[in-house]
C-alpha cells in the first residue's frame, strides 16, 4: 500500500486547485465497471500469445491482491504488471531488454517475471521519457548486469537525457542517446525505433517506442487501456497537443500497446480515446454555454475569484452530468473526469 500512496503521488501532478468536490462516495458503479471496447477477457498465460484485442481478466483485482501478471505477447515478447504499472520486455538470442525499470521496487517483481521466462540476463533497458515513476529502479538492473559482467546499454532520446538533467535526477543518464522526432537502434536482431511528438503533452520528451518486428508500441501515460484517463490524462503538463498525440500513435503500424498502466491495448482503445476527447470537449462547450460569465461575476460571491470559481464548478458539474449517461460505468470516470475538464479549460484559455 506504501507504494501505491507513492505512485499517486507522483502521477498527481495537478495541483491543489484541481481538486473538485466529491461527488459520490462509491466510485465503481453497482454493476461494476464495463469494458470500454468489446474485447475477450482471458486468464494470463506465459505459454499462449495473446490474441490482438484480448486482454486479461480482473486486472484491477490481481493488483489490489499484490500479484504480478504476465503475459506473452508474440514469440519472444512479454507483458508484465505489478502495483498497476506494466512495460514489455524481449528476449533475445545472448540477452534481454526491458522497456522501462518501473520504479517504486516494482523492477523486483519484473525480474522475477524474466527469470521465470529465462535464464539469460538483461543487457539493454529503455527509458521511454524522464519521469521517475517509470525509470526509478535502472539500479537493480545496473546490480544484476555487474553480477553477470554485463556491460548494460541504457537507451533513450536526447530529449531525455537533457529533462533528467533539467531535473537534478539522480539517475545514471543513458549510455546511448537517439534523435527525439525520429530514429532507430537494434537488439540484436530487433528494430527499435523511437518517434517523439512536435508537441508532446505528456512531458517533453514524450515518444512511442516501436519494436517493428514484434509490432509492439511503448508509451507510457497517454492513454491506459480500458479506463478512462488517469486523474488529468495521466500526469500530463498540458491538454495542448494531446489529442493530435494520440491521433499520431494511430497513425503508426503496431498491433499491441504497453501503455504503463491499464490493460494490454490495440488500436481500438486508441480509437475510444479520440471519440472521448470528442465527446468531452463537445460536453464542456456546451456546459460553458450554459454557465454564462454574468451569472457568476456578482456581488454576492463577494471576490472575482470566488465567481470564477463557482462559474468552473458549474461548468464541471454540468459536463459531468451530461457524460455520465455514457462513460458514467467506466473506470475512473467519477474520480478522473473533473481534473481533465479542468485541463481542458485551461488549455482553451
Not at 503521488?9 to 462509491?26: E, H, K
Not at 457568476?296 to 471576490?303: G, L, P, R, T, V
Request: hydrophobic residues 40%.
Amino acid at each position: 500500500m506504501k507504494k501505491m500512496i507513492g505512485t499517486l503521488l507522483v502521477l498527481c501532478t495537478i495541483g491543489a486547485n484541481a481538486q473538485s468536490t466529491q461527488r459520490t462516495a462509491s466510485y465503481m458503479p453497482e454493476g461494476g465497471y464495463a469494458s470500454t471496447i468489446k474485447s475477450e477477457f482471458i486468464k494470463p498465460s506465459l505459454q499462449k500469445q495473446l490474441q490482438v484485442g484480448q486482454k486479461i481478466e480482473h486486472l484491477t483485482k490481481r493488483n489490489f491482491a499484490g500479484e504480478t501478471t504476465v503475459q506473452r505477447l508474440t514469440e519472444r515478447s512479454y507483458w508484465v504488471q505489478t502495483g498497476f504499472y506494466n512495460t514489455v520486455f524481449y528476449v533475445g538470442h545472448q540477452g534481454v531488454l526491458v522497456m522501462d525499470p518501473i520504479g517504486y521496487g516494482s523492477s523486483v517483481s519484473v525480474l522475477k517475471a524474466i527469470q521465470s521466462i529465462t535464464d539469460k540476463p538483461v543487457t539493454a533497458v529503455i527509458y521511454s521519457h524522464h519521469h521517475e515513476d517509470h525509470i526509478g529502479d535502472i539500479g537493480l538492473y545496473i546490480k544484476q548486469a555487474k553480477k553477470a559482467s554485463v556491460n548494460l546499454r541504457i537507451i533513450a532520446t536526447y530529449a531525455t537525457a537533457a529533462a533528467m538533467r533539467a531535473g537534478g535526477s539522480e539517475l545514471p543518464q543513458p549510455t546511448e542517446k537517439l534523435n527525439f522526432l525520429s530514429d532507430s537502434t537494434t537488439f540484436e536482431n530487433l528494430t527499435i525505433k523511437v518517434e517523439g511528438f512536435a508537441t508532446a503533452a505528456h512531458s517533453s520528451d514524450a515518444a512511442v517506442w516501436l519494436l517493428e518486428q514484434e509490432k509492439i508500441a511503448h508509451i507510457p501515460d497517454l492513454l491506459n487501456p480500458n479506463q478512462l484517463p488517469y486523474l488529468g490524462f495521466g500526469g500530463s503538463e498540458t491538454y495542448v497537443g494531446y489529442k493530435e498525440n494520440l491521433q499520431a500513435l494511430d497513425k503508426m503500424q503496431w498491433k499491441y500497446l504497453s501503455a504503463g498502466h491499464g490493460n494490454i491495448g490495440s488500436h481500438g482503445d486508441v480509437k475510444f480515446m479520440l471519440n472521448y476527447l470528442d465527446d468531452l470537449e463537445s460536453a464542456i462547450q456546451a456546459a460553458s454555454k450554459a454557465s454564462p460569465f454574468e451569472d457568476f461575476f456578482i456581488a454576492k460571491f463577494n471576490n472575482h475569484q470566488a465567481s470564477a470559481h463557482e462559474m468552473q464548478e458549474s461548468i464541471i458539474n454540468k459536463t459531468m452530468d451530461s457524460l455520465r449517461g455514457k462513460y458514467g460505468e467506466f473506470y475512473g470516470f467519477e474520480a478522473s473526469v473533473p481534473y481533465q475538464i479542468r485541463m481542458v479549460l485551461d488549455s482553451w484559455g
